[in-house]
């Protein structure tokens, strides 16, 4: 259950209580994991805890909890090693909404923030989840989707004529807690099926009904036929035909 007055304690905790005063050098290229960090466990002796010649994040009452904002194939020797000593639950942040602000590398000047069209969504994990797809079946792993609102300061050094093509991102600061999603068992992977799927469909099918690309719904499907949540039934041209695992 979402706790938003905690989700700003957190937020207060790493940030300040009024951020326009903090100078943009001020600002941590980790502000997402920190939050989150202190999000999930306010209690500073029970992060950062050496485990296994590894640091997991949180540790408490017998449980990990694991931040990663990408690069999930460096977590493989961690979850090699904590996996058949706890249950361990990986917490993947996805901007749902968010505001470009453009930094001035000689000046630091800010730029106003601007919209992005683009909106997040739960298949976003995919990609990150076939870097650890041997995982996926042990007992004691449990995925949480974390959907944020956020603002992403990106310095202007591109290489276009206007330095926003190919710019590095800076940080990114959350500015709301939206919602949740959890993955506790591999029946959990049905809620990525779109409800509209119910006979056999292809890569391309589920593409159109879940509104994403194709190379992310083909990604998408390679880990929903791993967990067992669909099964290939045949082909239809150069794609795979699947239905949905009723059993």
């Known amino acids: 259950m979402l706790d938003k007055k905690a989700f700003e304690e957190a937020k207060r905790k790493v ?69 058949p000593r706890y249950p361990v639950t990986i917490v993947y942040p996805i901007p749902r909404e968010k505001w470009i602000i453009w930094i001035d590398e000689e000046s630091g000047e800010l730029s106003k923030k601007r919209k992005s069209p683009l909106k997040g969504n739960p298949y976003l994990i995919f990609p990150e989840l076939y870097k650890i797809k041997m995982f996926l079946k042990h007992p004691n792993l449990r995925l949480r989707l974390v959907f944020l609102d956020m603002e992403e300061y990106k310095l202007l050094n591109g290489r276009s004529r206007d330095k926003k093509k190919g710019a590095s991102r800076y940080d990114r600061i959350p500015t709301e807690l939206v919602q949740e999603m959890e ?48 099964l290939r039934v045949g082909k239809k041209g150069k794609l795979y035909l699947y239905e949905i695992n009723e059993t």
């Open 15 to 83: 940030i300040g209580i009024d951020r326009q005063r903090l100078g943009i050098g001020t600002l941590s290229e980790k502000t997402v994991h920190a939050i989150l960090k202190h999000y999930y466990e306010p209690d500073e002796d029970r992060q950062e805890i050496p485990i296994e010649n590894y640091v997991a994040d949180i540790c408490a009452n017998g449980e990990i909890i694991e931040i990663q904002t990408r690069q999930f194939d460096k977590m493989r020797n961690k979850l090699s090693a904590f996996l």
């Open 183 to 230: 993955i506790d068992c591999p029946r959990d992977f049905m809620q990525f099926v779109p409800l509209e799927l119910e006979n056999a469909f292809t890569s391309r099918e589920f593409a159109k009904a879940a509104h994403i690309s194709l190379p992310l719904a083909q990604t998408a499907l390679n880990i929903l036929y791993h967990m067992e949540t669909v």
